[in-house]
């Protein structure tokens, strides 16, 4: 067994150490700085290949067809939705938390294991971090299509109007997402340049054509690689990273008090802050996982994303993923301790209810499916990570499914009770955002260098650092 | 003198294929005696800025200025606006509800931290959009580790070379042109970071004081659209893509009461049950000069229209165009019908011509238009010399 210094160093153990996890290279294949260099940045020198185009035509028939189903929306109201006065939030908030909730792996790749010194991180930090911005930019359609008059959607923010100027509510959990939402999307934003830069004046000094090189060259802002401004870097990247931290565990907090803040049985409960957190990393980092063994796979990355990559993070999974179960457990107890009968009566209603198929795939998807990662064999073999990895987004998804419908349909009053059914058009939007995570993302794996390529030789040698 | 003295040092570069080399190069040059001005790496070297002689940067402090800046301007701001310009209670909070006020003052912290240290950072290291880099080694971002140094005081490029090459440099080079060297910037003076602050202040200052200043009170401010004062709604009588019918006004379903009107009628159309109306039904008021003066407007508005003035057909619109004739309202059948078949008949419309006026006139409007049809047949009953209408009929209170 390794020492925990060993997982913090990198450093394999002298001796005959055990060709596993932690004790294999970061980085597969000996290589050196230049191939490491030419390699990262082929994608984007060379004409995509014929599996991109017809991945990004799928990809862009989705975004397409949710664009049609947004266009419907608007211009015939959201009675074409399948919310009804009971059920006013369903689908579109669903679908928001839940890219809300991918969206956080990224940032917390980046800060939270920096800080904490993990060097596999690099390899999957920057596509981790383009996820994060990708999610978070399809999370933020949602709200903003329900407003049903988008164009007013910069009522959100406290801007001198004239209406008194009557401010925002800042007492408003809605209001406090607004905030904590893009202000995640400006500092991720800025996460991912800075670590970016170094990257550009690589791709900046490589470029062949005239336009490329003058894109690059403001973007890259004159960077050089002199030791000065690499040290003054890597501090701000601390910094940033300090910062998101904290950034990273307050979104899903304050997304958890949407629902938390108000009195519905089955959101009022304090549980819903750390618990939303969990499930978040729970599904960005499944969420990495899907894009990764593709990625890894269809652009020839394995040695750079190498199985150590995918086990490490298939044990955050499993840890993220029990500590939800217990999150579930543990709403069932606080219901019946609470001794208030609505507050029962929900949480018999999600499981043995009308959505009770929801409620076990959800249980299934989330608490089942990702205790095969106790198996050294299932956390490195990338074929049987990929499908638990889908089982768990979709789980994941119907989590804030079942927390959002479940609680709504059947409220206090019975005269109220509803049910809810999506509408084609519903179904389409949702189908619509992943044409545009998948769309960005191709675009992006053909634009940038999909591998933090400055980060990565720094790790070549990691026993020596 | 000895100030100028080392402006004509000559300048050297060297380059190397590992961090390790490079590092332990700039150590030796150092420890020789020669000014190692900057490296250059693909990836930062760890220990170098020790070997340098490079201080920590500065630069967490202006995150710290900042975080501090942005948690005042959100509290500030939310107290504000909550309390101060626009005092509204809302779920039973007090106005300045801190609790609720952090997790918007968390965000504007972090944001502002950010978004400064970030922007910090560019100043201080002069990072800007450009077209021509500086100092820019071709390797530099590849896979080549790179030195630029001056030389020690008297010592010759030869000997240093020798040396270079001992410790591993793949290629080294005398700089003619100085370009590698940079003078020490505004911003890693100590008063740097303060300055920054003090410089980005007039900005936040200005912005946090729009509100205060984008005040009227006089007169409405410039709205950005129609807004509120111009909602999308549905007009009554508009088509409808959505709604069944194609029509905004939709028909209440059956059996619908209204909500300010009077109970239904116990009574359906047909002859039969205008009979049997005319035998239950009396009629509740009794003629008032006010009841006479509404049934006479009631009249003349509805039913004169056919019926004529005077309830004798006389200026009936469907007689002048030999449409057919109506029922003379004075005749002798209509006299002695009973005042609740009547209101059946203005309810619900007669047997053969006339159509129900239940939907236009109220139910007390249609008793005294009953009323006043009786006055009308007494009008007609007298001889003829006589006024066709008396002011003060017959049973009215003066």
């Known amino acids: 067994m390794a020492h925990d210094a060993d997982v913090l160093t990198?450093?394999?153990?002298?001796?005959?150490?055990?060709?596993?996890?932690?004790?294999?290279?970061?980085?597969?294949?000996?290589?050196?700085?230049?191939?490491?260099?030419?390699?990262?940045?082929?994608?984007?020198?060379?004409?995509?290949?014929?599996?991109?185009?017809?991945?990004?035509?799928?990809?862009?028939?989705?975004?397409?067809?949710?664009?049609w189903a947004v266009f419907q929306t608007l211009t015939r109201g959201i009675g074409t939705w399948?919310?009804?006065?009971?059920?006013?939030?369903?689908?579109?908030?669903?679908?928001?938390?839940?890219?809300?909730?991918?969206?956080?792996?990224?940032?917390?790749?980046?800060?939270?294991?920096?800080?904490?010194?993990?060097?596999?991180?690099?390899?999957?930090?920057?596509?981790?971090?383009a996820m994060t911005l990708f999610a978070v930019m399809c999370a933020g359609t949602f709200p903003i299509i329900h407003m049903g008059r988008p164009w007013l959607a910069f009522w959100a923010t406290p801007y001198p109007n004239s209406r008194g100027p009557l401010w925002v509510n800042f007492k408003s959990p809605l209001l406090w997402d607004v905030m904590a939402i893009s202000t995640y999307f400006i500092i991720s934003l800025t996460f991912w340049y800075i670590g970016l830069i170094p990257d550009l004046a690589t791709q900046r000094d490589r470029a062949k054509t005239k336009l490329k090189r003058t894109v690059l060259s403001i973007f890259s802002l004159g960077w050089n690689g002199s030791n000065r401004t690499w040290s003054r870097y890597e501090t701000v990247y601390m910094l940033l990273a300090g910062l998101s931290t904290p950034l990273v565990v307050s979104v899903h907090t304050i997304v958890s008090m949407d629902f938390a803040t108000s009195v519905i049985p089955g959101w009022h409960a304090t549980i819903f802050p750390p618990y939303f957190v969990a499930g978040a990393v729970f599904s960005g980092f499944a969420m990495v996982l899907t894009l990764m063994i593709i990625a890894r796979k269809v652009m020839?990355?394995?040695?750079?994303?190498?199985?150590?990559?995918?086990?490490?993070?298939?044990?955050?999974?499993?840890?993220?993923?029990?500590?939800?179960?217990?999150?579930?457990?543990?709403?069932?107890?606080?219901?019946?301790?609470?001794?208030?009968?609505?507050?029962?009566?929900?949480?018999?209603?999600?499981?043995?209810?009308?959505?009770?198929?929801?409620?076990?795939?959800?249980?299934?998807?989330?608490?089942?499916s990702p205790q095969f990662f106790w198996f050294r064999k299932v956390r490195t073999t990338p074929w049987m990570i990929f499908i638990l990895s889908i089982f768990v987004n979709i789980g994941m998804w119907f989590e804030r499914f079942v927390i959002i419908v479940t609680s709504l349909h059947r409220d206090y009053l019975p005269s109220s009770w509803a049910m809810y059914r999506p509408t084609f058009i519903e179904v389409a939007i949702f189908i619509g955002s992943f044409g545009l995570f998948f769309t960005l993302f191709l675009i992006f794996t053909r634009v940038l260098p999909m591998i933090a390529a400055s980060e990565v030789k720094g790790v070549l040698k990691n026993a020596e650092h | 003198?000895?100030?100028?003295?080392?402006?004509?040092?000559?300048?050297?570069?060297?380059?190397?294929?590992?961090?390790?080399?490079?590092?332990?190069?700039v150590k030796h040059l150092r420890a020789a005696g020669h000014t190692v001005l900057?490296?250059?790496?693909?990836?930062?070297?760890?220990?170098?800025?020790?070997?340098?002689?490079?201080?920590?940067?500065?630069?967490p402090r202006a995150c710290l200025a900042f975080a501090a800046l942005g948690l005042t301007l959100a509290f500030g701001f939310q107290i504000w606006s909550s309390a101060v310009d626009y005092p509204l209670r809302m779920g039973g909070k007090p106005l300045i509800a801190l609790p609720a006020f952090i997790p918007v003052a968390f965000e504007l912290t972090v944001l502002l931290a950010g978004l400064g240290v970030v922007a910090s950072f560019f100043a201080v290291a002069r990072m800007w959009p450009r077209l021509h880099v500086s100092d820019l080694h071709p390797g530099a971002n590849d896979d080549r580790f790179i030195l630029a140094a001056e030389l020690a005081m008297?010592?010759?490029?030869?000997?240093?070379?020798?040396?270079?090459?001992?410790?591993?440099?793949?290629?080294?080079?005398?700089?003619?042109?100085?370009?590698?060297?940079?003078?020490?910037?505004?911003?890693?003076?100590?008063?740097?970071?303060?300055?920054?602050?003090?410089?980005?202040?007039?900005?936040?200052?200005?912005?946090?004081?729009?509100?205060?200043?984008?005040?009227?009170?006089?007169?409405?401010?410039?709205?950005?659209?129609?807004?509120?004062?111009?909602?999308?709604?549905?007009?009554?009588?508009?088509?409808?893509?959505?709604?069944?019918?194609?029509?905004?006004?939709?028909?209440?379903p059956p059996g619908t009461l209204s909500r300010s009107g009077a109970a239904p009628l116990a009574f359906a159309p047909g002859k039969t049950e205008a009979e049997r109306a005319g035998r239950e039904l009396i009629n509740p008021y009794q003629p008032t000069q006010a009841r006479f003066n509404r049934g006479k407007a009631m009249f003349e508005r509805v039913c004169a229209t056919c019926h004529g003035r005077e309830g004798d057909n006389n200026g009936s619109v469907v007689v002048n165009r030999g449409a057919f004739a109506p029922t003379v309202l004075v005749s002798p059948l209509v006299r002695d019908m009973p005042d609740g078949r009547l209101f059946h008949i203005a309810t619900y419309g007669g047997p053969m011509k006339m159509k129900g006026y239940g939907d236009l006139l109220s139910r007390e409007d249609r008793w005294l238009v009953v009323l006043y049809i009786r006055e009308l047949q007494k009008a007609a009953a007298r001889p003829t010399s006589a006024p066709a209408v008396t002011p003060l009929p017959g049973g009215v209170q003066p």
């Open chain 2, 38 to 59: 900057d490296t250059y790496s693909p990836f930062p070297v760890h220990g170098m800025d020790e070997a340098l002689g490079v201080r920590p940067s500065r630069l």
């Open chain 1, 300 to 368: 020839n990355l394995e040695e750079y994303i190498t199985t150590r990559h995918l086990e490490a993070m298939t044990k955050v999974v499993l840890a993220t993923g029990m500590i939800v179960g217990l999150a579930y457990a543990t709403e069932f107890f606080t219901a019946w301790y609470s001794g208030n009968p609505y507050e029962r009566y929900v949480f018999l209603n999600r499981a043995l209810g009308p959505f009770a198929w929801a409620y076990w795939m959800m249980v299934g998807c989330n608490v089942l």
């Open chain 2, 154 to 252: 008297d010592t010759q490029f030869s000997a240093v070379a020798a040396d270079l090459d001992a410790l591993g440099a793949v290629e080294m080079s005398l700089l003619v042109e100085d370009r590698l060297v940079k003078g020490a910037s505004f911003w890693d003076r100590p008063a740097g970071a303060g300055a920054l602050i003090l410089a980005c202040l007039p900005a936040f200052l200005l912005v946090a004081s729009v509100p205060l200043f984008n005040r009227d009170f006089q007169k409405r401010n410039l709205a950005w659209d129609g807004g509120m004062g111009a909602p999308v709604s549905a007009q009554a009588f508009d088509a409808s893509a959505v709604l069944r019918g194609g029509l905004v006004l939709q028909a209440p």
């Open chain 1, 10 to 67: 990198g450093a394999a153990l002298s001796g005959n150490p055990e060709q596993y996890g932690h004790n294999l290279p970061l980085i597969d294949g000996n290589k050196s700085y230049s191939q490491v260099t030419a390699e990262v940045f082929a994608p984007t020198e060379r004409r995509p290949p014929a599996l991109w185009w017809i991945a990004i035509a799928i990809t862009f028939s989705m975004l397409s067809l949710g664009a």
């Open chain 1, 82 to 129: 399948g919310l009804n006065r009971t059920v006013g939030w369903a689908f579109d908030i669903t679908n928001f938390v839940f890219w809300v909730g991918i969206g956080h792996a990224g940032t917390l790749i980046s800060a939270i294991l920096f800080l904490f010194r993990q060097r596999w991180r690099t390899s999957i930090n920057r596509a981790a971090e």
């Open chain 2, 1 to 25: 003198m000895p100030n100028t003295e080392h402006l004509r040092r000559s300048r050297f570069r060297a380059s190397f294929a590992d961090p390790d080399r490079l590092l332990f190069a």
